[in-house]
């Protein structure tokens, strides 16, 4: 199985702050990796599809980039809604994988 | 608009079985490949069923390969997960989720929380 590493695992941010998330897999997986953000108690929700693509009606403060084996998801400027964790997940090979989760707390 | 709709959680002791439902709506659900992916509590999230659109294909990981079963029923909208053989490791909320055209999994219901003990 194809192995997603994210990093960090958390972190701590303030308002307003440009937060970059990495995700590396354990092979190439072209750009078939997608990002999700949940909320405690809540059902993930997708953000970015295609590495870079955003998914309809996701905020242009999200953005994805990377190929191959180095992914990256940034936030442009946080904002209060945006506290969350966030996974990354590769759909180039089954079984589809994701990352562990990095939380975004408030510093 | 897309709704996914999950039911059929609860406690169940191990070793017994428990079917989950996924009610569709807002979309031809008979255009899509759909999954369900679960969450143990305070863990992250792991993919446990494929479906493909025309129903022809279906994949699963090893940790529920011939114990997990996935299946629908377009007359009625609905999505099942038939579980078998349930281990307290199986303890978790379970997500369908819609592959999208080209999106990967663009809409995910609310969960359904199965709890695998004695």
């Known amino acids: 199985d194809i192995q997603m590493t994210q990093s960090p695992s958390a972190l701590a941010a303030s308002v307003g702050d440009r937060v970059t998330i990495t995700c590396r897999a354990s092979q190439g997986i072209s750009n078939y990796v997608a990002w999700f953000q949940q909320k405690p108690g809540k059902a993930p929700k997708s953000l970015i599809y295609a590495a870079s693509s955003l998914q309809s009606g996701v905020p242009s403060k999200f953005s994805g980039s990377g190929s191959g084996t180095d992914f990256t998801l940034t936030i442009s400027s946080l904002q209060p809604e945006d506290f969350a964790t966030y996974y990354c997940q590769q759909y180039n090979t089954y079984p589809p994988t994701f990352g562990q989760g990095t939380k975004v707390e408030i510093k | 608009q897309v709704q996914l709709v999950e039911s059929g959680g609860g406690v169940v002791q191990p070793g017994r079985s428990q079917r989950l439902s996924c009610a569709a709506s807002?979309?031809?659900?008979?255009?899509?490949?759909m999954h369900w992916v679960r969450q143990a509590p305070g863990k992250g999230l792991e993919w446990v069923a494929f479906?493909?659109?025309?129903?022809?294909?279906?994949s699963y990981p090893d940790s529920v390969k011939g114990r997990f079963t996935i299946f629908r029923d377009i007359s009625k909208n609905a999505l099942y997960l038939q579980m078998n053989s349930l281990r307290p490791e199986d303890t978790a909320v379970y997500y369908c989720?819609?592959?999208?055209?080209?999106?990967?999994?663009?809409?995910w219901g609310q969960g359904t929380l199965v709890t695998v003990s004695s």
């Open positions: 479906m493909s659109s025309d129903g022809g294909l279906k």
């Open positions: 807002g979309f031809t659900f008979s255009n899509y490949a």
């Open positions: 989720t819609r592959e999208g055209a080209s999106s990967w999994l663009d809409y």
